[in-house]
Structures are given as C-alpha cells and as structure tokens.
C-alpha cells in the first residue's frame, strides 16, 4: 500500500485543516487508519485511529473534541479534520495503516504496517 498524506499549511491560531491520506496498491477498507504526528525533537505520537468500518474512531486527549477522523472507502481514502488549532498542533502529520484493532494498536507507531510521507502543519500564534 502507498500512502500519500497532504493537506498541511500554515494556520492562524484557531484556523482548521482538513487533511486527507489517499492510497494506492491496496484497498484501504482492509485496514483500519492511523493519524500520528511528530513535532521537532519530540517522539511520534498517536492522534486518531478509525476502524475499517467508518463509525468507531479513538483521538488522542489532546485534540479530542477539535479533531475527527473519517475514511471513505470507495474514494480509498481517508481524512483528518481539525478545528480551533493551537500552536501546539504543530507537527508534520503522517496517516498509516494497521491490520488489527484501533482498540489495541491505536497509539502504537510500531503496529502500523504502511505508512505515508507526512504533512507538514504549522499552527502560528
């Protein structure tokens, strides 16, 4: 599976994007759908995962309630939209994809099998 993740830029504080990750080589409604993200000199950490079937998605604290995840799986792709950004949203956003269970894999980078390239989301105070 090749996955390409895109719509980062730069936003005001409070501003939205909408990411999207599509994918090519594989139907995507096989896996469920990780959003991670990594800021400078810190570790990658989990946002979002959405289960195979679009209804059951788990967020990370942090944005919970500014962020949903959603897929569609006959367009094979999925998307992140976030809302009321802070500056510490600023991080390059990857989408990847794992084999099992949001509930078990879902903040773990290491159970993810494909990942894409990364966006790049700058959150300016």
């Known amino acids: 599976v090749q996955l390409q993740a895109s719509g980062g830029g730069v936003v005001q504080n409070g501003g939205s994007l909408r990411l999207s990750c599509a994918a090519s080589g594989s139907r995507l409604d096989s896996y469920v759908i990780g959003w991670f993200r990594q800021a400078p000199g810190k570790e990658r950490e989990g946002v979002a995962c959405?289960?195979?079937?679009?209804?059951?998605?788990f967020y990370a604290d942090s944005v919970k309630g500014r962020v949903t995840a959603s897929r569609d799986n006959s367009e094979n792709a999925a998307y992140l939209q976030m809302d009321s950004l802070k500056p510490e949203d600023t991080a390059v956003y990857y989408c990847?994809?794992?084999?099992?269970?949001?509930?078990?894999?879902?903040?773990?980078?290491?159970?993810?099998?494909?990942w894409g390239q990364g966006t790049l989301v700058t959150v300016s105070s």
């Open positions: 990847a994809t794992g084999a099992v269970s949001c509930s078990i894999i879902w903040a773990k980078p290491s159970r993810y099998t494909y």
């Open positions: 959405i289960s195979k079937s679009p209804g059951i998605s």
